[in-house]
Structures are given as C-alpha cells and as structure tokens.
C-alpha cells in the first residue's frame, strides 16, 4: 500500500516562506503525477500546482510567480516552495500522486499538512 507523508506545514507571518515535501512510501514506483491541492475552511479543495513526470507544470493563477513545485524522482518526493505567502494561502495542504499501469489509474492521497498565514 502507498502512503505519501507531507511535511513543512506550520505558522509563518505574511510574506514568509515555507517549503512542503510530499514523499512515498514506495520508491519503486514511477508517478506519473504529482500535485499539491489545498483546502481552506468553507471552500473546495483546489489545484495549487501540478508536475507531470517530464517535468512540465503548472499553477492556479493566486499563486504563479510565488509558488514552485519540484519532484524528485529518485525519492518519489514531490516539494511546494511557498514565497510571499498570503493570510488567504492559509489551508490544509494535500499531497497527491497517481501512475498508470495496464491502463488502470492508481491515485494517492497525503493527509494534509495545515499552513496558516498570520501576523
């Protein structure tokens, strides 16, 4: 059974930084996909930013140009650098990834990391 464990949540005051890691329990594995998707109280869950295994990636509007996500293969670990953090960045933070094989999608979700941005 995968499990992804974030790490790196925590309290920062705005305009800080924080960098999440997301790694797998199985690094046999090849994802596919690897993204971090937040939820604040109240709202959906939304896509922060995605990596697609050659590398290509992309972000929600709120946060290009702050916000860069890396995978390290080798570890199947996904990273979130957060800069310029916001008081409305404040969410739980999901780790998720998925493979396919024998054209079967497998996807994984981590249990959240809370970021809260506040003075």
């Known amino acids: 059974q995968v499990q992804l464990v974030e790490s790196g949540g925590g309290l920062v005051q705005p305009g800080g930084s924080l960098n999440l890691s997301c790694a797998a329990s199985?690094?046999?594995?090849?994802?596919?996909?690897m993204a971090w998707y937040r939820q604040a109280p109240g709202k959906e869950r939304e896509l922060v930013g995605i990596i697609y295994s050659g590398a290509n990636t992309n972000y929600a509007d709120s946060v290009k140009g702050r916000f860069t996500i890396t995978r390290d293969n080798a570890k199947n670990t996904v990273y979130l650098q957060m800069n310029s953090l916001k008081p409305e960045d404040t969410a739980v933070y999901y780790c998720?990834?998925?493979?396919?094989?024998?054209?079967?999608?497998?996807?994984?979700w981590g249990q959240g990391t809370q970021v809260t941005v506040s003075s």
């Open positions: 998720y990834a998925d493979y396919k094989t024998w054209g079967q999608l497998y996807s994984y």
């Open positions: 199985k690094i046999t594995i090849s994802f596919d996909t």
